[in-house]
């Protein structure tokens, strides 16, 4: 059985808060209403960029590539500290609770991955742990993008789909959300290998963004989306995780669908978000813009450049996974640009030997607002 050591503090206290917050919630149901209730999706959320790959204790990351579902973001920011070579701890302040995913993209020029190491309430707020890796699997510093999202109950407004799953190495889904109120399953395959089962989600052709990220505080692991199916009872995603030395491995992941929603899950607001996926062509309804725009694609590969017209607006974060069969991997090159209000994403893929490659990947975009 693989166990993290990060888990033996962790993992108990987050089972007793999910425990306690179920019991919450019948309590909640068992009392009379002021009137229908309007769910929130997602409850607790926030992002941030980590500009500084080095900062000092109590870093403030940059303020217009973060924010968040409390009060004030800009009297209450995100703050970082590094707790080891190539770790760190994003601390999300006042949207501490159970259950919920997080993601994390390195934005780095060399073939550098980032990934989740965890994530626990501390006080009123969520801490997030994240670890970066060399090709060799040494630990890097790194700068990147994080992501804590946690939704419950159905959307007020419904507007396309959403769902998440984090499930273990073995499988078993230790939390999970679906706009459909339906409940999504993840089944073990070969080693590095799952299929995660999304009900009443997105359409019956490719629809919609994807997004994966490695859980894991003993080693590096990199996860992707390795293929894709979708169908009219829902969509079936294979996921696949490699480690250091590109073998198939047994980790714990976090898996993101959306479908006319933003990568973090809400939709109008934010009303500028964007994702696209490039499989060698560029599907039409997985390459969505809230503006009514069209994205585009451009570059050699090395990097791409995503062009997403008329959504750009801070704050707002960005993120990458790769697809397709193989150890293969993507992140960003560099901070997403914004310019005459198109948000460019410089999408960046390495071989398993961390030499520059073109390979198909999902990119997604929001703003804040």
């Not at 929603?261 to 969505?288: E, I, K, Q």
């Not at 995503?306 to 901070?335: E, H, I, K, W």
């Not at 893929?349 to 975009?365: D, I, L, N, S």
Request: some cysteine; overall charge neutral; charged content about 10%.
């Amino acid at each position: 059985m693989h166990v993290r050591t990060a888990d033996l503090p962790i993992r108990p206290v987050r089972a007793v808060l999910l425990v306690l917050g179920m019991l919450a919630a019948l309590l909640a149901a068992a009392l009379p209403a002021a009137g229908p209730a309007q769910a929130a999706v997602p409850d607790r959320w926030g992002f941030a960029y980590l500009d500084n790959a080095t900062p000092p204790p109590g870093y403030v990351p940059d303020p217009s590539r973060q924010w968040g579902s409390w009060t004030s973001p800009s009297t209450n920011p995100v703050k970082v500290d590094q707790i080891g070579l190539g770790s760190y701890v994003v601390h999300f302040p006042l949207i501490g609770g159970p259950g919920g995913i997080a993601h994390a993209t390195a934005v780095n020029s060399g073939p550098q991955w980032c990934q989740i190491a965890d994530w626990k309430t501390v006080g009123s707020g969520q801490d997030v742990y994240v670890s970066c890796y060399l090709p060799s699997g040494a630990p890097a510093n790194s700068t990147f993008t994080v992501l804590y999202t946690s939704s419950s109950g159905l959307p007020a407004a419904p507007s396309g789909s959403y769902g998440y799953i984090n499930s273990d190495s073995a499988g078993t889904v230790l939390t999970q959300y679906n706009s459909t109120g339906a409940t999504n399953a993840v089944s073990k395959g070969s080693t590095g290998i799952w299929k995660a089962w999304l009900p009443g989600l997105g359409l019956s052709t490719n629809a919609g963004d994807l997004q994966v990220t490695a859980v894991d505080a003993l080693q590096g692991a990199r996860c992707k989306v390795s293929d894709w199916a979708p169908g009219t009872a829902g969509q079936t995603v294979l996921v696949a995780c490699y480690d250091a030395s590109n073998a198939p491995y047994d980790t714990e992941w976090t898996l993101s669908y959306s479908y006319l929603r933003a990568v973090h899950g809400p939709a109008f607001p934010p009303r500028s978000f964007g994702y696209l996926w490039y499989n060698g062509s560029l599907p039409p309804l997985t390459n969505y813009n809230s503006s009514g725009a069209t994205n585009t694609l451009g570059g050699s590969g090395a990097p791409f450049t995503v062009t997403m017209p008329s959504v750009a607006v801070p704050s707002d974060t960005a993120q990458v996974t790769a697809y397709g069969s193989g150890p293969a991997y993507c992140g960003l090159q560099m901070p997403w640009s914004r310019t005459s209000g198109s948000a460019r994403l410089y999408v960046t893929c390495f071989a398993p030997g961390g030499a520059p490659v073109k390979a198909p990947f999902f990119a997604a975009y929001t703003s804040a607002f």
